[in-house]
């Protein structure tokens, strides 16, 4: 036992080791020098209390979308949808919050927490029922409905609910009452973290320690095996389902009412996809989806800082850096998995 | 018709049992590639070839990294696709600090008589080179899967690798192969939408716009033949078309100055509904997403 969590950490350590010499090779090729580039990195994302706070403020997002797919993905249910489950999530996040704006915070703000769940449940409901009535796949819906959920939100935003003072495509802010409250002044730093921490936990609980959790686990594990023992495997997708759905809903409430306050067109760079590689780096563990999360948004923040420094790195770079990091992590897990299994 | 190179080489892959999630991506940045030595070289065919080039490299590591370490492939894909949008837009990037590449179209190509003829002459027989060529390589690669054994192989491949595998077929080298042919008419795709109609590049995904997501869908919507993804190619092409005429004629203006945006989503409402109505038969390759071991 105590040999295989070992070989986990090495895999870990070996992937992001291998990756980084090969994105410093990349660097090194377009002249960029590659140890003030990571340096840069890393001051990027944690040298001071305010990008320490961005960090985890996109952790946010990332860990719930990571939440939305790893769970589904538990059960052999692939959620390719959670972008646009997000996006829906959002778009009901700032209906709810800008029409309850005279009532107290206490009342406010579990309104909207729940209307963006409701919204992406709904935008899963679709290709949910598809898989369950008509046992189509649901990657390709899923996948398609993310970009409906796109240009209905870009519809939106450029005019029914567009702020008619803005010269930007986005809706005018909404009520501070829905806010979710800060915690530490002078930055972004606010409740929606904590929450999406204890959402993590709460998946854990939920997967590792109840029926429910061992039910959805087998259904993911052998479908069929599971069948013959008993378990509902159709339940089972219908409960994975609605988690699903709902925490991408949370994920982009969080980046409306906790970040911005209001609803931007293409306020999301893509969290929904990027959820899927941090829920892989992960393992598809929840608590591993929080470390990746963290470690993930740490590159972005810290990307984005690079890109701003003396250095100047095209932010592209991180994004291949990051796709890099991923793929070298689970080839090397992969390997050594194959390995040990090969020795017994 | 750039949905339909993609399509031909997905119906491929997937026939084998690999799912390539990846061709948004692969035609991004072949897209680029062939821009860039279209415009330097001057030459449409280095162009062409260098976007094959590019897509056989994508196609290689899909291949290498499903088929050989056998990590889930619809994660691959997807990381392929980040990958793979990122080096373009950077490259893009990198390219545009100097100069700002841009190339004339490839002129359409007017069949005579047949052109002239009312209403479908100038859709079927006014166009460029590669969508007569797009034809051609489906039916072409219609033929090789349904009536060679080469195609008998790789359906065996997708459907019962272990049988196939006792009838000494190297079931990992046919996946392979196919998994770099997608890639390569994803590349091709990718070029001729650069070279066939838009003559630049675009960074952020805005340039391929969802065909290579799309390409998916016609596959599903083919059924896995390369005979009806040219039906289905078009159908989702005249989505796109429509969705540009509309906005272009602002009959929708009543929704709004916005609805354009809306009129978008069209090719996609097109596939959902279709996925809903001919859900029966959408049966995939048995084996499809499931890396094979030698026991």
Redesign the interface.
């Known amino acids: 036992m105590m040999q295989v969590s070992l070989r986990k950490y090495l895999s870990y350590l070996l992937g992001i080791a291998a990756s980084l010499a090969l994105f410093s090779a990349i660097l090194l090729a377009f002249g960029y020098d590659p140890i003030t580039s990571l340096e840069g990195l890393v001051s990027g994302s944690f040298g001071s209390t305010f990008l320490a706070s961005e960090t985890f403020v996109l952790m946010t997002p990332f860990l719930l979308a990571a939440l939305a797919f790893l769970v589904a993905f538990r059960a052999r249910f692939y959620n390719v949808g959670v972008e646009g489950q997000l996006y829906i999530g959002a778009l009901f996040a700032y209906l709810v919050g800008s029409q309850v704006g005279t009532l107290p915070s206490v009342a406010a703000i579990p309104l909207v927490v729940l209307a963006s769940a409701a919204g992406g449940i709904l935008w899963l409901a679709l290709p949910l029922l598809m898989r369950i009535k008509l046992q189509v796949n649901e990657i390709f819906p899923t996948l398609v409905m993310n970009f409906i959920a796109l240009d209905v939100v870009n519809w939106l935003t450029a005019g029914p609910i567009k702020d008619p003072n803005s010269g930007n495509l986005q809706t005018p802010i909404l009520p501070r009452s829905t806010w979710l409250p800060i915690l530490i002044q002078g930055t972004r730093f606010n409740v929606g973290i904590i929450f999406a921490i204890v959402m993590a936990i709460g998946v854990f609980f939920v997967l590792y320690k109840t029926v429910l959790g061992y039910e959805i686990r087998a259904s993911g594990a052998n479908p069929r095996a599971a069948q013959s023992g008993g378990v509902d495997v159709s339940r089972s997708i219908i409960a994975v389902g609605l988690m699903s759905g709902g925490l991408a809903g949370l994920a982009g409430m969080v980046v409306v009412t906790g970040a911005e306050h209001l609803l931007a067109q293409n306020f999301s760079p893509g969290y929904g996809y990027q959820g899927i590689a941090v829920a892989a780096l992960g393992t598809f563990h929840p608590l591993g989806a929080l470390i990746a999360s963290v470690l993930y948004s740490a590159l972005s923040i810290g990307g984005e800082s690079l890109q701003r420094s003396a250095a100047a790195i095209p932010i592209e770079l991180t994004y291949v850096l990051q796709a890099t990091i991923v793929l070298s992590v689970l080839i090397v897990q992969k390997w050594l998995g194959d390995r040990t299994r090969r020795r017994r | 018709m750039p949905i339909l190179f993609a399509s031909i080489g997905e119906v491929f892959a997937e026939r084998s049992g690999v799912l390539n999630m990846g061709i948004e991506g692969v035609m991004g940045l072949s897209a680029f590639v062939s821009l860039w030595v279209t415009f330097t070289t001057g030459s449409y065919l280095y162009g062409l070839g260098a976007a094959m080039v590019a897509g056989a490299a994508l196609g290689v590591l899909h291949a290498f990294?499903t088929v050989k370490?056998?990590?889930?492939q619809?994660?691959?894909g997807?990381?392929?696709?980040?990958?793979s949008?990122?080096?373009a837009?950077?490259a893009y990037?990198?390219v545009t600090a100097t100069s700002f590449p841009i190339v004339r179209p490839l002129p359409s190509v007017h069949i005579p008589i047949l052109s002239d003829l009312p209403a479908v002459g100038p859709i079927l027989f006014s166009q460029n080179i590669l969508v007569y060529a797009s034809f051609a390589v489906a039916i072409v690669l219609g033929l090789v899967l349904y009536r060679t054994t080469w195609g008998l192989n790789i359906r065996a491949v997708g459907e019962n690798p272990e049988a196939a595998d006792a009838a000494g077929i190297n079931v990992n080298l046919v996946r392979n192969l196919c998994v770099i042919l997608g890639a390569v008419l994803a590349g091709v795709a990718g070029a001729s939408l650069v070279i066939g109609y838009l003559g630049l590049y675009n960074a952020g995904d805005t340039l391929v716009a969802?065909r290579g997501?799309i390409a998916?869908?016609v596959v599903?919507f083919a059924r896995w033949s390369p005979y009806k993804a040219i039906a289905g190619s078009w159908l989702f092409g005249l989505g796109y078309s429509m969705a540009a005429t509309f906005i272009g004629s602002g009959v929708f203006s009543s929704l709004?100055?916005?609805?354009g945006?809306?009129l978008?989503?069209i090719p996609?409402?097109f596939?959902?509904v279709f996925?809903?109505v001919f859900?029966r038969g959408?049966k995939?390759p048995s084996s499809l997403t499931v890396p094979y071991k030698r026991k």
């Open positions: 990294v370490v056998g990590i889930n619809l994660i691959a997807l990381l392929i696709y980040t990958l949008g990122g080096i837009d950077f990037r990198k969802g997501w998916i869908v599903i709004g100055p916005s609805a945006y809306f978008l989503a996609y409402i596939a959902l996925m809903l859900h959408t995939s």
